[in-house]
């Protein structure tokens, strides 16, 4: 039996960012809606007695958004405590929720300490004041550090703070010094997220009007480089193309999607993931409670992967870990092997010293890290 995890969904934060293009929506002048989360609470308890979830083993839970912490310490905590009584969890899970700097308090994450949570992932960006503002955050650098010294305080051992490279009017010297902060306040896990332009974002409409600043490739390709190094001198391995982490830190409930492995996602634009049958719930969080309400599952498409289909995508996310993909595990799993599945396109990659074999594990060369989706894409 398979180890899965199980995501939620909180599709609400106090402002939105002018690059974010995930399901969210602005709270600035009003308190997150209660009725979402009994619809969550309902969702929870219909499919946690389903037969299917009864047989699984749940390994993980990860609480994101949207800014979960928007909500109440007594409110978020009892959402956790209700996911971890009623469906069937192993021992110890690992319990991680998403949280931005201005919406935590050591209240808060005293509750949350108590429901379970034993993981926590800071939104911090930037530890610059004004590339904070210039990114449309809502917070300080100060309030970011007080929110993970709070942590510390409430006794959590396991922190990850994401940040962002590339951002508007950021150089590559302000990027060494926002991680100078973050290693002196010494996370367990780092995510460094290269900055991207989504479609339809204030950030895209500002770049097709010329009036977004953002720095040239090269010194973005710098930015990766010399943040690589720098993170591994202070101690984190790089496992994932955008995550580092101390020994045994990293995180099993996104490696589990590298994987390509089973998961179930409640809440609005939630997505599960069956062994390759894919599901997806409403975006609109409204529509999401009156669905729960009526009895009526929330799903808004699904979609059944191929052999063929479901072994692509285990190669690319598998490939966005350092430690590559099993060739042997492929074949078990779908009965194909890469090398004669794609033929000159890895033979390429490899003459290129793009991509290698390790043994048994195909893996990315840190040649191609900085170029990873363009070689990535032609796996497709």
């Known amino acids: 039996m398979d180890r899965i995890g199980l995501y939620i969904h909180i599709p609400f934060c106090r402002s939105k960012c002018p690059y974010c293009a995930f399901v969210s929506s602005p709270c ?10 009994d619809a969550l609470r309902k969702q929870v308890d219909v499919l946690s007695a389903h037969p299917w979830c009864r047989e699984q083993s749940f390994a993980t839970l990860f609480v994101g958004g949207g800014t979960p912490t928007i909500y109440s310490g007594a409110q978020l905590a009892g959402l956790v405590k209700h996911c971890l ?22 209240g808060k994450f005293a509750l949350l300490r108590e429901a ?17 503002t210039a990114a449309g955050r809502s917070h300080s650098a100060a309030e970011a550090i007080s929110a993970v010294e709070q942590a510390r305080n409430t006794g959590f051992d396991n922190i990850n703070l994401d940040f962002i490279y590339g951002l508007p009017r950021q150089t590559v010297s302000d990027l060494r010094q926002t991680l100078e902060v973050a290693v002196s306040l010494h996370p367990e896990h780092i995510a460094l997220y290269e900055m991207t332009i989504e479609p339809d974002t204030p950030f895209a409409r500002m770049t097709d ?45 996104n490696i589990n999607y590298w994987q390509n492995g089973s998961y179930l996602g ?18 609109d969080h409204q529509q999401y409670v009156r669905c729960v309400q009526q009895d009526v599952m929330p799903f808004d498409n699904g979609e059944g992967l191929s052999v ?4 692509r995508e285990s190669v690319i996310t598998g490939l966005r870990m350092t430690a590559g993909v099993s060739v042997t595990k492929l074949r078990q799993r779908y009965g194909l092997d890469p090398q004669e599945y794609y ?4 033979a390429g990659f490899v003459k290129q010293d793009m991509l290698f074999f390790d043994g048994d594990m195909m893996r990315l060369t840190e040649k191609s890290f900085p170029v990873a989706n363009q070689v990535l894409a032609a796996l497709v």
């Open 343 to 346: 033929g000159k396109v890895i």
């Open 116 to 132: 379970g949570v034993n993981r926590l992932s800071i939104g911090v960006q930037s530890f610059a004041d004004t590339l904070l």
């Open 28 to 37: 600035q002048d009003s308190d997150p809606p209660e009725i979402y989360l």
């Open 85 to 106: 009584t009623q469906f069937p969890f192993i021992d110890n899970p690992e319990v991680s929720v998403e949280t931005n700097p201005n919406t935590v308090s050591a």
């Open 266 to 283: 409640l809440g609005a634009s939630a997505v599960s993931c069956f062994d390759g049958f894919r599901v997806v719930n409403v975006a």
């Open 308 to 311: 063929e289909a479901g072994f």
């Open 209 to 253: 009007n010329d009036k977004l600043s953002l720095p040239g490739q090269d010194e973005v390709a710098e930015m990766e480089e010399s943040a690589q190094d720098q993170l591994k001198a202070s101690g984190y391995g790089r496992y994932e193309i955008s995550n580092y982490a101390r020994p045994g830190r990293e995180c099993r409930h």
